[in-house]
T-cell receptor
Framework: GDSVTQMEGPVTLSEEAFLTINCTYT??????LFWYVQYPGEGLQLLLK?????DKGSNKGFEATYRKETTSFHLEKGSVQVSDSAVYFC??????????????FGGGTRVLVKP | DVKVTQSSRYLVKRTGEKVFLECVQD?????MFWYRQDPGLGLRLIYF???????EKGDIPEGYSVSREKKERFSLILESASTNQTSMYLC???????????????FGPGTRLLVL
């Protein structure tokens, strides 16, 4: 079945450091790929997405490129802020019925940015 | 702006109680989902619904049931709560995946359930 693997945290960084969170996936077909972020005490928010190979999703300074050849969707940010402290989830979307899709999530990576 | 609301942020229940978790979305989405979130396991799909009165089992449906009587409302029911159902429960909604990008799911704030 489909699966998503992402690096375990926690990842602790200083402000303005470079952040990379690795994500690889296993899926049949050509899923859409997502990064969701969960800030403390909140639900998940969509951070960015990519729907086909070589697409780059970007938002709030974060980027991720859909790499079909390496089945990866690594998240990067060039200069993190304290406000980026959160849990980040990589996910893929696969069709399970004509009217419905399913998200398969990685285990989440907690990021802590220190001033 | 998209909005998914859940009836409670925190709940404490006793083993054996029947528990109802409510979710409402105001985006006229056809599809609605219930997930549970546990540390290190990410989110796992319990049930989903792609139309009123329709439901499909997800990956971990045992011990749960759902109800969707109206398009905007999707309820998760724990028939007889057990301690291993202590978790964070997240509701989500989306459009049908009939076009690129339409499958994006929008999440509520979550309900943290403690079963004693």
């Amino acid at each position: 079945g489909d699966s998503v693997t992402q690096m375990e945290g926690p990842v602790t960084l200083s402000e303005e450091a470079f952040l990379t969170i690795n994500c690889t996936y296993t899926a049949t077909g050509y899923p859409s790929l997502f990064w969701y972020v969960q800030y403390p005490g909140e639900g998940l928010q969509l951070l960015l997405k990519a729907t086909k190979a070589d697409d780059k999703g970007s938002n709030k300074g974060f980027e991720a490129t859909y790499r079909k050849e390496t089945t990866s969707f690594h998240l990067e940010k060039g200069s993190v802020q304290v406000s980026d402290s959160a849990v980040y989830f990589c996910a893929l979307s696969a069709l399970i019925k004509a009217a419905g899709n399913k998200l398969t999530f990685g285990g989440g990576t907690r990021v802590l940015v220190k001033p | 702006d998209v909005k998914v609301t859940q009836s409670s942020r925190y709940l404490v229940k006793r083993t054996g109680e029947k528990v109802f978790l409510e979710c409402v979305q105001d985006m006229d989405h056809e599809n609605m989902f219930w997930y549970r979130q546990d540390p290190g396991l990410g989110l796992r799909l319990i049930y989903f619904s792609y139309d009123v009165k329709m439901k499909e089992k997800g990956d971990i449906p045992e011990g749960y049931s759902v109800s969707r009587e109206k398009k905007e409302r999707f309820s998760l029911i724990l028939e007889s709560a057990s301690t291993n159902q202590t978790s964070m429960y997240l509701c989500a909604s989306s459009l049908p995946p009939t076009g690129v990008g339409r499958e994006t799911q929008y999440f509520g704030p979550g309900t943290r359930l403690l079963v004693l």
